[in-house]
């Protein structure tokens, strides 16, 4: 169960768009459409932004989307805002009940 | 409104054991997949165990897998996480978050209860 790969940093200027990469393997990320993404402010729990890959849960930002290439999903936010400043992570389900997070990825807005 | 509280956290010595708790309230407990997912400053979030709806279907992170135990009680609406040898590694802040379904993902989280293992 090794972590999936995000980059450690990113980072973008309000109203602009960045993309956050989240890969993986054939055994998770490129074999099951079960891909998601968390932000995660300080001191806050984490909060579903996209799910199965490019779905948006109902209440959050369409400036939030999600895609997948074989085996690397991706999270683009795109008009900046400084609220968007957080931390964001991937999960993909891996097999035999398991699922398995990214690193995380620090988003600041310039 | 979707609600789960953590509780059970603290501080215990290195191979002592916890047992946390979460209840939950706002849904069909017995209808969803439950998980625990911990937090640390060094690694980001981990998945550390899951349970299916009628704990027919339990998964566990190699890093707990024969050390912690993931059950529920669907006539309490409460999840549960007994841990047994702990480690240094295993100080974190515990998160209970609610499946969409069955193992797909994590709808909606807790606030967290905060474990630290030190001598």
């Known amino acids: 169960q090794s972590a999936l790969i995000q980059p450690a940093s990113v980072s973008g200027s309000p109203g602009q768009s960045i993309t956050i990469s989240c890969t993986g393997t054939s055994s998770d990320v490129g074999n099951y459409n079960r891909v998601s993404w968390y932000q995660k402010h300080p001191d806050k729990a984490p909060k579903l932004v996209i799910y199965?890959?490019?779905e948006r849960p109902s209440g959050v930002s369409n400036r939030f989307s999600g895609s997948k290439s074989v085996n690397t999903a991706s999270l683009t936010i795109s008009g900046l805002q400084a609220e968007d400043e957080a931390d964001y992570y991937c999960?993909?389900?891996?097999?035999?009940?398991?699922?398995?997070f990214g690193g995380g990825t620090k988003l600041t807005v310039l | 409104e979707v609600q789960l509280v953590e509780s059970g956290g603290g501080s215990v010595q290195p191979g002592r054991s916890l047992r946390l708790s979460c209840a939950a309230s706002g849904f069909t407990f017995d209808d969803y997949a439950m998980h625990w997912v911990r937090q640390t400053p060094g690694r980001g979030l981990e998945w550390v165990s899951g349970?299916?709806?009628?704990?027919?279907?339990?998964g566990y992170a190699d890093s707990v897998k024969g050390r912690f135990t993931i059950s529920r009680d669907n006539a309490k609406n409460s999840l549960y996480l007994q841990m047994n040898s702990l480690r240094a590694e295993d100080t974190a802040l515990y998160y209970c978050?609610?499946?969409?379904?069955?193992?797909?993902?994590?709808?909606?989280w807790g606030q967290g209860t905060l474990v630290t293992v030190s001598s």
């Open positions: 199965e890959g490019s």
């Open positions: 349970i299916s709806w009628n704990s027919g279907t339990i």
């Open positions: 978050a609610k499946d969409s379904h069955d193992f797909d993902y994590f709808h909606y």
């Open positions: 999960c993909s389900y891996a097999g035999s009940s398991t699922l398995i």
